[in-house]
């Protein structure tokens, strides 16, 4: 089992920027392969952003490329996820995910086994 646990959360204004962070517990760190999810209210969940389980490869949306850096701290368990100039169409709850199988980037919410509850983002106009 894994437990994850999102923070960093907000409401700011838009250009502003916020750090999530996800705290993993549970399985080692380092076999983990992590990613980003958002979900809108009324719209589906939608892939942000992911991080293999060394680190070394990442994957982003294309909605968010030059705006959001993923990354990870293996030595604290923790993947980030910093959002620069955020646009009012960022808001949404933003979960991380685990996958302990495959361990590369993963762009699809099939393969992760285990979901954080979720941070709200709220960017004003």
């Known amino acids: 089992q894994v437990q994850l646990v999102e923070s960093g959360g907000g409401l700011v204004q838009a250009g502003a920027s916020l750090r999530l962070s996800c705290a993993a517990s549970g399985r080692t760190f380092s076999s983990l392969a992590m990613g980003w999810f958002r979900q809108a209210p009324g719209k589906e969940r939608e892939f942000v952003a992911a991080?293999?389980?060394?680190?070394?490869?990442?994957k982003y949306a294309d909605f968010v490329k030059g705006r959001f850096t993923i990354s990870r701290d293996n030595a604290k368990n923790t993947v980030y996820l910093q959002m620069n100039s955020l646009k009012p169409e960022d808001t949404a709850v933003y979960y991380c995910?685990?996958?302990?199988?495959?361990?590369?980037?993963?762009?699809?919410?099939?393969?992760?086994?285990?979901w954080g509850q979720g941070t709200q983002v709220t960017v004003s106009s």
């Open positions: 991080i293999s389980a060394s680190g070394i490869t990442t």
């Open positions: 995910a685990a996958d302990p199988v495959y361990g590369k980037t993963i762009t699809t919410m099939g393969p992760y086994d285990y």
